[in-house]
């Protein structure tokens, strides 16, 4: 595989051809790819893999050239080495690093957000998103995880991709609904997902209703302790309202459950009335809830 070809144009024009410290990181992510691609030792594979994600979750200038090069040979470990499960999670963290904006002030030359361009490049195939969804369904707590903040990384440049992707593969919704019922952890990140794909996303909305959102919110939300539990719950409550601004489940929701769930939210325990800034949030959002199913709007 020619990796110079693939990478001096992009990043050349970036960095010019003055930079040599962007010019040396560039040099060294596509060495790594290469003992990745073309290596022979499963081990000395491993080690390159977790070399790269390391330089590309801490260099602007890895970041851009691993998003000109680098997605081919990360994206071939996840299609065509599921077994490797160390190699899954690898290549995952990478996608993962490749994507997250850096802290520290980018170099003078870099015109671009290479954490930008790298969700751009990564959500333009539908391909690449149905792979991703494919892996929410491994075995591997860690590859599920992963995935799940992959996905939610790509929110933040790629939201109306991501939500046209997941509408037309088949069961992707359906995968990531699984998520809720997954391992607490799991589960928080599919929410939080979740909450931004049905923003403003109609289709989106019926759909996760159809595949059961209204139980499974309620159940989580029992669970973490009603109004007295934290973020997860306010998250709940967020998606609730999402899905609810579609006027066809509102009435879905008064002909199945009814309202008793939604009121059942309105019972303090105990007879204080210090509330927490966390329990006060909920209580607000649970009271908008109510207030969108009585008056019938968004």
Known sequence: MDFVSGYKGVVGLVFGNENSTSNEDSGYVERLLDRIHNGTKAEDRRSA????QSVVAENHAAQLAFGAIGFPVVLGVLKEERDDVEM?????ETLLGS???LNHAKPAKIEVDPSRMNADLLSREMDNISLLLGLLEEDDFYVRYYTLQVLTALLANSLSRLQEAILAIPRGITRLMDMMMDREVIRNEALLLLTHLTREAEEIQKIVVFEGAFEKIFSIIKEEGALDGGVVVQDCLELLKNILRNTSNQTLLRETLGFDPVILLLKLRGTSYNFSEQKTVNLLSALETINMLVSGGP
Do not use: F, K, T
């Open 49 to 52: 893999m977790v070399e790269l």
């Open 88 to 92: 899954v999670r690898g290549a995952l």
């Open 99 to 101: 994507l997250i904006p």
